[in-house]
């Protein structure tokens, strides 16, 4: 008994049944992709897979502070879809802009392939959450992408910079990066903002450079 | 700055977003809770919340295979949920029955602790999740649990046995177990029985011990 068997069994009972089930084993593979975030506690680099699930957790315990009226099953759903692409695309560090451009054909290949393995109402289905992600233009699109900024900013400060540090963003960045979550979680952002300014005075995170430095005397 | 001084700041704005994130912070240690299953390349053991994810994404991927009508948002929450109070109990295998009574009062206070971390309402609602779960009454915690026998089955399948063949389980003991994936996706239980069967006859798990064994001649 192998994967193949497996999915050669499902087949002989329904094509749709098979479907589902290669992607349900795709999926496996998010657990495998890392990204620049440590745990809480430093011990290791975080999952993709993992993320998602905290993401997730992140929007139900935040929802009762959302700014807008917002359907909560949907940005559910809209978390535990949105890094499938990395599966195929890797995580693209977020102040890698470079990178981050980079990615962004190889993620439109990734969300064809993937969310193709299944039925295709279904595909339809998963590709429109990934698409609400992506273009944040509907309350819940906001609301995920702001727990997705607000969950590594909490590892972060929790690490003593974290992430931040390890590549030397600076504050400026943070903030520019960080400031979505404003666009969902208004008053959560203010105690976001006094982290980062906390973690500037601490020298866990440089300081925006002085625009002047290169032109003064 | 650190996760103290986080809590503090967000204590000074409002003592529900203090508890919000002391509740998020918490959950980060499910990613550390290790269970018995593999991931489907066999490359390391997986843990809980990234198994909570995966369990969300079947429920999502097979919804449209449920025996009754399902509220798929509702099976999504109970399946996110279900495993939380693991970062205190700890995993307990499904095979090792003294291990899983042990655990039921670990995961009781586990519960009350962990929830509790929440604003009293929101307390509520994630207990209420995780009853719905433990007690199966509902299509939706049926439906749920289905979710949660089929994930390691197929993971076990690819590995030609794996958590099954590490602990010398027969397959009579996981027919009983996974059975209750007849619950809620009937039509999936005769292709997984299959994968159970063809298992035993390629030797990746033991067979049924022979009731008359001991008292034949």
Known sequence: MNRDRALTIAENQSSELAERLRFIYELDQLKNVLRQSQLADGSRRENSAEHSWHLAMV??????????PIDINQVIKILLVHDVVE??????FIYDDALRAEAEAQEEAAAARIFGLLPEAQAKEFRALWDEYEQRSTPEGRFAYACDRLQPLLLNVALGGGSWQNHGVTADRVK??????????????VAAEQMIDEAVEDGQLRPAPDRHAGTAG
């Open 59 to 68: 929007a139900m315990a935040m929802a009762p502070m959302a700014d807008e």
């Open 87 to 92: 599966i195929d695309a890797g995580d693209a």
């Open 176 to 189: 520019a990066v960080n400031g979505a979550i404003a666009n969902g979680l208004s008053t959560v952002w």
